[in-house]
C-alpha cells in the first residue's frame, strides 16, 4: 500500500492509485476509509463500473449483507459460456 500512497503523492489524479488502497482497505475491513480512496476515484473516473461494484459492495456491508460467493460469481460463468 505504501507504493499506491507515494504514487498518490506524486500524481493525486492517479485513478487506478486511489481504486487499488481502496480495495486493500476493503479486504482488511476497513469500510468507511475503502469508501473514501473509492469515491475519490470514481470522481476521476465515473465510467470505471469495478468502482461503482466495489462501492455497492462496500454499501451491501455495511448494511449486514454480504452475498454468498457462488452468488457473485455464477452469473460471470454463465456470460463466459
Same mark, same amino acid.
Given at each position: 500500500?505504501?507504493?499506491?500512497?507515494?504514487?498518490?503523492?506524486?500524481? #493525486?489524479?492517479? @485513478?487506478?492509485?486511489?481504486?487499488? &488502497? =481502496?480495495?486493500?482497505?476493503?479486504?482488511?475491513?476497513?469500510?468507511?476509509?475503502? $469508501? =473514501?480512496?473509492?469515491?475519490? /476515484?470514481?470522481?476521476?473516473?465515473?465510467?470505471?463500473?469495478? &468502482?461503482?461494484?466495489?462501492?455497492?459492495? &462496500? $454499501?451491501?456491508?455495511? /448494511? =449486514?449483507?454480504? #452475498?454468498?460467493? $457462488?452468488?457473485? @460469481?455464477? #452469473?460471470?460463468?454463465?456470460?463466459?459460456?
Amino acid at each position: 500500500m505504501a507504493a499506491y500512497r507515494l504514487a498518490l503523492e506524486i500524481d #493525486p489524479r492517479l @485513478t487506478e492509485g486511489h481504486c487499488r &488502497i =481502496g480495495m486493500l482497505l476493503q479486504q482488511r475491513g476497513q469500510l468507511q476509509d475503502a $469508501s =473514501g480512496f473509492l469515491e475519490q /476515484a470514481r470522481a476521476l473516473d465515473p465510467q470505471d463500473a469495478d &468502482i461503482h461494484v466495489r462501492l455497492g459492495n &462496500i $454499501s451491501l456491508r455495511r /448494511a =449486514g449483507w454480504m #452475498p454468498r460467493p $457462488s452468488l457473485i @460469481t455464477r #452469473p460471470h460463468a454463465q456470460a463466459a459460456r
